[in-house]
């Protein structure tokens, strides 16, 4: 099917190849009219001018939240579905024992059927848009056709969309991702997302929620580009880019990866203490990073995204009150609580809730219901320009220099407080291993460690064994390597109590680490790694913290923590790095010759 004018809006392109692979998809679809997006202001009024009254948009307070709208989304339609996401290569081995798989023309098929027809009544929005900054030479294009108008208006938030993707494309290119997006029927039974790494394409359908709808986020900065990366010898990675400047002005860049619920973007926005003297923060990117080896022999990393995607439960003043102020404009709510006169509620906003509320069901909510009134993974998308602490360099087409690479997860004991690698094998050891303890509520099983390597498991596209072999081989190319660091914001003590207070006072740990990339900081060499002493670190005005306890190493709970990696280490199958295994087990020797000797002390 090609559009003829009475339904199509905007200008279609010059590019053949790209109108082309839009007619094919047309036909397929059937949608009523297809819409070309160019991005500008203009169109963004006339896409909320016919989302609102379609019930796709709320407009919310203008006085109290300018230019920002609501949105309630199918309520089994919450969350990102690992279980129906699918890495399409030729062979299993290639997506790895991590991925979910299957075979490239069986997709195809089996969401072709579902594809076929799906548009009919609606709209197909074509959404050019770039990742990473426009004009740098690791930016990428990519294409999305979308039948959502949700989808369309959050991706002109998330991404460089427009026109501006079309002039980086140009007449005759052909390098871009083919995105085909439908919410269909909204069936759990019949949502797919499924990944094509050797046709850099991407079919998802069954689901309007970002994670699996906007296909510039995970699946193309992430799965997809994971899978270029190694072959074009880069990394592109589930982490934090972080700007941090010393009292006397000098900047220093770190990446971090976090997995889900361990306070990343808290972390990229954080508020140094007030008793550190100067320290100032600033963010570069919230979520990923792709990082290439510079030509002075450093990795320097580009923020492929031009929004934040954040989780709502939990943002507040006192634990990201930059995020509070990005929010305030120009941003769009998912399934957050609102008042009937249009303003924005969340548990653990640290502010009392109304009397009266809409929850995310659209249903009326009162103070003291025991259900919440903002679903658990509710949203806001966001602006990044609005983000009060955003670096100058957050859209530098060279990207930022990299100093230090962290790792972290969320562990009750066993992990210290901040550990430095004894050197590269070992600290991409240290990502390999790293992980989150599960709770009740989710497993039945309190303290059971999800492994998550880098935080890349539901995210990389390919084999993970084959990824941490990238990750080493990396190292013989960079001369400049940045230092690797774990860390753990969530120890306790036996009584549960936090060692560690988190939030702002995390910058403390930020300046031992590059204090120690730079050679200047002081540090204790353990079995593990180097640690700080309390004499190491600036505990100017800390309150509520146990420090030794919090970086205590406990060789008895390293011996288990080094056997329990054994079996996760045997589970990503012959493609594990030799290297990796020969760590464990010389770390696990080493421990119990430690335990042995002080037994017979």
């Known amino acids: 099917m090609r559009a003829s004018a009475e339904t199509s809006r905007g200008q279609p392109p010059s590019n053949p190849h790209l109108v082309a692979w839009v007619d094919e998809m047309a036909r397929l679809c059937k949608p009523d009219r297809v819409w070309w997006c160019d991005g500008s202001e203009e169109e963004k009024r006339s896409l909320f001018a016919e989302a609102v009254p379609a019930g796709v948009f709320v407009p919310?307070?203008?006085?109290?939240?300018?230019?920002?709208?609501?949105?309630?989304?199918?309520?089994?339609?919450?969350?990102r579905v690992e279980h129906l996401t699918f890495i399409c290569t030729p062979t299993r081995e290639e997506a790895g024992p991590t991925n979910h798989w299957m075979e490239p023309g069986e997709a195809y098929r089996k969401l072709g059927a579902l594809f076929d027809g799906a548009m009919r009544g609606r709209t197909m929005y074509v959404v050019p848009y770039v990742m990473g900054p426009a004009s740098s030479p690791f930016a990428k294009v990519g294409v999305e056709l979308t039948d959502s108008l949700y989808v369309t208006l959050s991706m002109g938030i998330m991404t460089r969309m427009g026109k501006v993707a079309l002039d980086r494309l140009g007449s005759e290119g052909r390098d871009f991702n083919k995105g085909l997006h439908s919410v269909a029927e909204c069936n759990p039974e019949k949502r797919f997302i499924c990944h094509f790494p050797q046709d850099n394409a991407i079919w998802s359908v069954g689901s309007g929620y970002g994670g699996n709808a906007l296909l510039g986020k995970k699946c193309l900065a992430?799965?997809?580009?994971?899978?270029?990366?190694?072959?074009?010898?880069?990394?592109?990675?589930?982490?934090?880019?972080?700007?941090?400047?010393?009292?006397?002005?000098?900047?220093?860049?770190?990446?971090?990866?976090?997995?889900?619920?361990?306070?990343?973007?808290?972390?990229?926005?954080?508020?140094?203490?007030?008793?550190?003297?100067?320290?100032?923060?600033?963010?570069?990117?919230?979520?990923?990073?792709?990082?290439?080896?510079?030509?002075?022999?450093?990795?320097?990393?580009?923020?492929?995204?031009?929004?934040?995607?954040?989780?709502?439960?939990?943002?507040?003043?006192?634990?990201?009150?930059?995020?509070?102020?990005?929010?305030?404009?120009?941003?769009?709510?998912?399934?957050?609580?609102?008042?009937?006169?249009?303003?924005?509620?969340?548990?653990?906003?640290?502010?009392?809730?109304?009397?009266?509320?809409?929850?995310?069901?659209?249903?009326?909510?009162?103070?003291?219901?025991?259900?919440?009134?903002?679903?658990?993974?509710?949203?806001?998308?966001?602006?990044?320009?609005?983000?009060?602490?955003?670096?100058?360099?957050?859209?530098?087409?060279?990207?930022?220099?990299?100093?230090?690479?962290?790792?972290?997860?969320?562990?009750?004991?066993?992990?210290?407080?901040?550990?430095?690698?004894?050197?590269?094998?070992?600290?991409?050891?240290?990502?390999?291993?790293?992980?989150?303890?599960?709770?009740?509520?989710?497993?039945?099983?309190?303290?059971?460690?999800?492994?998550?390597?880098?935080?890349?498991?539901?995210?990389?596209?390919?084999?993970?064994?084959?990824?941490?072999?990238?990750?080493?081989?990396?190292?013989?190319?960079?001369?400049?390597?940045?230092?690797?660091?774990?860390?753990?914001?969530?120890?306790?003590?036996?009584?549960?109590?936090?060692?560690?207070?988190?939030?702002?006072?995390?910058?403390?740990?930020?300046?031992?680490?590059?204090?120690?990339?730079?050679?200047?900081?002081g540090a204790e060499e353990t079995l593990l790694g180097y640690t700080p002493r309390e004499q190491d670190l600036d505990l100017r005005g800390l309150q509520g913290a146990d420090v030794a306890a919090a970086t205590r190493i406990d060789l008895n709970d390293w011996e288990a923590e080094l056997e329990s990696q054994g079996d996760w280490f045997r589970s990503l199958g012959p493609t594990l790095p030799a290297g990796l295994e020969q760590q464990r087990a010389a770390l696990l020797e080493r421990v119990r010759r430690a335990l042995d000797a002080e037994e017979k002390g």
């Not at 919310?60 to 969350?79: E, I």
């Not at 709510?333 to 509620?345: K, S």
């Not at 690698?421 to 999800?450: I, P």
């Open 222 to 521: 992430l799965r997809i580009a994971s899978y270029q990366a190694r072959s074009e010898g880069w990394l592109a990675e589930h982490m934090l880019i972080l700007e941090a400047e010393r009292p006397d002005g000098e900047r220093r860049y770190v990446t971090a990866a976090f997995p889900s619920a361990c306070g990343k973007t808290n972390f990229a926005m954080m508020i140094p203490p007030a008793a550190m003297g100067g320290w100032k923060i600033r963010t570069v990117g919230d979520d990923i990073a792709w990082m290439r080896i510079g030509e002075d022999g450093r990795l320097w990393a580009v923020n492929p995204e031009f929004g934040y995607f954040g989780v709502a439960p939990g943002t507040s003043r006192k634990s990201n009150s930059n995020a509070m102020d990005t929010v305030r404009k120009d941003s769009l709510f998912t399934n957050v609580a609102r008042t009937p006169g249009g303003d924005v509620w969340w548990e653990g906003m640290d502010v009392e809730p109304p009397p009266e509320l809409i929850d995310w069901k659209g249903q009326p909510w009162t103070k003291g219901a025991k259900h919440p009134a903002a679903h658990p993974n509710s949203r806001f998308t966001a602006p990044m320009q609005n983000n009060p602490v955003l670096s100058r360099f957050a859209d530098d087409p060279r990207g930022v220099p990299v100093s230090a690479v962290i790792f972290g997860g969320r562990r009750s004991t066993t992990v210290p407080l901040v550990l430095q690698s004894f050197d590269w094998k070992h600290g991409v050891y240290l990502g390999a291993t790293m992980g989150s303890e599960t709770t009740a509520a989710a497993t039945g099983a309190v303290g059971v460690v999800r492994r998550d390597p880098m935080a890349m498991l539901p995210f990389c596209g390919y084999d993970m064994g084959t990824y941490l072999g990238h990750w080493l081989a990396m190292r013989e190319r960079i001369t400049r390597p940045p230092q690797l660091f774990l860390v753990n914001w969530f120890r306790k003590s036996q009584d549960g109590r936090w060692l560690w207070p988190g939030y702002g006072e995390n910058a403390r740990v930020l300046d031992w680490i590059l204090g120690r990339c730079d050679g200047t900081a």
């Open 60 to 79: 919310l307070d203008a006085r109290k939240l300018p230019g920002c709208y609501y949105h309630h989304s199918n309520v089994n339609d919450v969350a």
